[in-house]
């Protein structure tokens, strides 16, 4: 009997691969592949997680409502604006399949998250890449790209995995460029990185009826929820009947929801998340920049480091590796000869600096 044919769409995706975790021999590695928060969770996150164990034979709330009013009142919204996801994934997903299809065309950044494209092709619409200027995304070059196909821009403020931004004049004139039946997604995933007056995520561009803008955030980067797969979208109302409408019924588990709550409540622990993020991100990018490799000034709470060509990034890979510490090779986006490199604890990342410090020397003696 044949093998049932799938949407001849489907088989142009490349499935998505995320970062490494283990390494042969190493019981601990560095793993500073995956842009999770160095800190863990805030310990009221744990307590609400390993309590929500007591009652794992229950449904979750599918519509997540307390999750959805702690989330409005504290971003000054209100609860039917916003939509909960299994990680920010499911939302991207969601919104190609809603308000994109054959015929269709999505537009994202040259080295944009790997996961518009995906979600582009899963849903049959055609994918347009725009190329950048420094790693950083050409806002006029993306309004050049609109035509009437058009459905959906999504724009990452900071972009993954260059953690490159745009400032605020920039973010509103691509909305105020862009035509009106046109979604303007931006993914705000590492937005608590950034405290400077000309930033913004877009939340102001998102109004409660109409604006076509929706911002995408997460729980797995500065909260420390990635295993738990927490994401959310703030929407006009109108985009947020439809993205209930996809969205999967019981998407977002009961230990996810109650502690993404309780991590919402804990402001403390993300202003040491951020304080950590402050102090060694600039350190990091003096010193690898010391060294000789072009690093691209980050927003994140990560760093894309460049080697002088693959063969070297491949030579590099293997150092790190060889030392228990695993980065993300990115040739995936476009990037053969760059690393991405998230912000460890102090000894992961000083732990990197000697491995990069013992590579550039033994790759000066053999020159000799």
């Known amino acids: 009997m044949p093998i049932v044919a799938p949407n001849p769409h489907v088989l142009e995706i490349v499935p998505y691969i995320a970062g490494e975790a283990k390494l042969p021999g190493f019981d601990h590695p560095a793993k500073l592949s995956s842009n999770e928060s160095p800190l863990g969770p805030s310990p009221a996150a744990l307590d609400a997680y390993m309590k929500a164990g007591a009652e794992l034979e229950r449904y979750p709330d599918g519509a997540a409502i307390e999750l959805r009013e702690t989330l409005a009142r504290a971003n ?8 909960c996801g299994t990680g920010s994934e499911q939302l991207i997903d969601g919104l190609c399949r809603a308000y994109a299809g054959p015929g269709d065309e999505v537009v994202f950044t040259e080295h944009a998250f790997i996961m518009y494209h995906v979600a582009t092709l899963a849903c049959g619409a055609t994918p347009v890449r725009v190329p950048e200027v420094e790693y950083t995304a050409d806002v006029d070059a993306m309004l050049a790209a609109v035509t009437p196909q ?67 955030h997460t729980f797995s980067k500065i909260y ?18 439809v993205l209930h409408r996809v969205r999967g019924v019981f998407n ?55 080697c002088a060509d693959e063969k070297e990034r491949v030579a590099l890979d293997q150092a790190l590796r060889g030392a228990g510490i695993i980065l993300r090779p990115v040739a995936n986006y476009g990037l053969p000869a760059a690393l991405r490199a998230t912000i460890g604890i102090e000894d992961e990342n000083r732990r990197m600096v000697d491995v990069l410090e013992r590579f550039v020397a033994n790759r000066q003696a053999s020159k000799v």
């Open 252 to 306: 977002v588990s009961t230990p996810a929801q109650l502690a993404a709550i309780a991590a919402l409540g804990d402001a403390s622990h993300i202003a040491k998340a951020r304080d950590h993020n402050d102090r060694w991100l600039p350190w990091l990018e003096e010193r690898i920049a010391a060294l000789g490799f072009k690093v691209t000034p980050s927003a994140g709470n990560f760093l894309l480091f460049h």
């Open 76 to 83: 000054g919204l209100a609860s039917d604006q916003v939509v």
């Open 224 to 241: 420390g929820l990635a295993a738990l797969r927490v994401g959310w979208a703030r929407c006009p109302r109108e985009v947020a009947m």
């Open 150 to 216: 058009t459905r959906i821009v999504f724009i990452a403020n900071p972009n993954n995995p260059t953690g490159t931004v745009i400032d605020r004049a920039a973010l509103h004139r691509l909305r105020e460029g862009l035509p009106e039946n046109v979604l303007l997604v931006v993914d705000a995933a590492y937005c608590e990185y950034i405290d400077t007056p000309d930033y913004s995520f877009g939340a102001e561009l998102v109004q409660p009826v109409d604006g076509n803008t929706v911002v995408l």
